[in-house]
């Protein structure tokens, strides 16, 4: 049995891709499931949001930065948090200049999914999150996935640019990976206050239907507290509604995988 490979991705930014990384991770560990979070954004807003401090070689160890430049196996840069059943692989900021070598090495799209092979056997659920752009590094989390996740924010032009996704998504298809599927769509930021939020959901159920998952996640402050704090929201309060909503969140992707 291998690991089922979730890309967390949508080249806007702030549209909460690192914020359902980090807690579909840390539901489906605590749902008992072994969990490995890949930080694949330079930002490492997963690593600090995790409570690990990015700028400190010392507590760091070996990361993505080291993996995708070939200094360093997956295994190695993969450490515990302080959850059970849920590893971390983080990032540095200097991932983005990794990026730029990495244009011009062999085997450039597949590195991540060369690295992902070694350790997939370890894993049930292994969750990408990337940075907001169609860049190498998002093509290779998408080429190393066997799912893409796409959270869109319920504001205003939040399908802007998911047409140019599913686009990418395609030519990854054909070229790469054809077994990759759009495992869902997820709003999120949802203020069910506002007509417009409505509207934005009703939007998105009327374009994609049954991948629309049935779970809003609201704007919620903690949800927004919790990285401050290091730690996932259902570790924060894991009574407030953005907590309550991850969880659900996290249901719904663990029935959608359960047979792939
Ligand atoms: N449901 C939410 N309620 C309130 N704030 C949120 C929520 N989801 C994300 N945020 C906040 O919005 C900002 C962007 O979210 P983030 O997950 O970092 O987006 P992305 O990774 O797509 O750039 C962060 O400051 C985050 O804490
Ligand atoms: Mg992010």
């Keep these: 049995m291998s690991a089922k490979v979730i890309c967390v991705t949508n080249q806007k930014g702030g549209v909460g891709k690192t914020t359902t990384a980090?807690?579909?991770?840390?539901?489906?560990?605590?749902?008992r499931h072994k969990t490995l979070l890949i930080d694949f954004?330079?930002?490492g807003n997963a690593t600090s949001g995790l409570g690990v401090d990015k700028t400190d070689p010392q507590?760091?160890?070996?990361?993505?930065?080291?993996?995708?430049?070939?200094s360093a196996e997956l295994s190695q840069a993969i450490h515990p948090t302080k959850y059970k059943n849920f590893d971390l692989a983080p990032t540095t900021p200097e991932l983005a200049n990794a990026e730029v070598e990495m244009a011009n090495m062999q085997r450039k799209f597949v590195r991540l999914r060369d690295a992902i092979r070694s350790v997939e056997v370890n894993y049930e659920y292994i969750i990408i999150?990337?940075?907001?752009?169609?860049?190498?590094?998002?093509?290779?989390?998408?080429?190393?996935?066997n799912y893409l996740l796409l959270p869109v924010q319920t504001e205003f032009?939040?399908?802007?640019?998911?047409?140019?996704?599913?686009?990418s998504m395609k030519l990854v298809m054909k070229q790469a990976n054809p077994n990759l599927k759009l495992l869902g769509v997820l709003a999120t930021m949802y203020d069910k206050r506002t007509s417009l939020s409505g509207q934005v959901y009703a939007e998105i159920e009327k374009y994609f239907?049954?991948?629309?998952f049935k779970t809003k996640i609201p704007r919620n402050v903690r949800v927004?507290?919790?990285p401050s704090h290091g730690v996932p929201v259902g570790a924060y309060d894991k009574f407030s509604k953005g907590a309550k909503a991850y969880k659900d969140f996290t249901k719904e992707v663990e029935?959608?995988?359960k047979n792939g």
């Design 22 to 31: 980090v807690n579909l991770s840390y539901y489906l560990a605590k749902d």
């Design 157 to 167: 032009y939040a399908l802007e640019g998911v047409a140019q996704l599913l686009e």
């Design 255 to 257: 029935e959608r995988t």
């Design 59 to 70: 507590t760091l160890g070996f990361t993505m930065t080291n993996v995708i430049l070939g």
């Design 41 to 43: 954004d330079p930002q």
């Design 129 to 145: 999150d990337s940075p907001p752009s169609l860049s190498l590094l998002t093509v290779n989390g998408m080429i190393a996935s």
């Design 224 to 226: 927004a507290e919790a």
């Design 209 to 212: 239907k049954k991948l629309t």
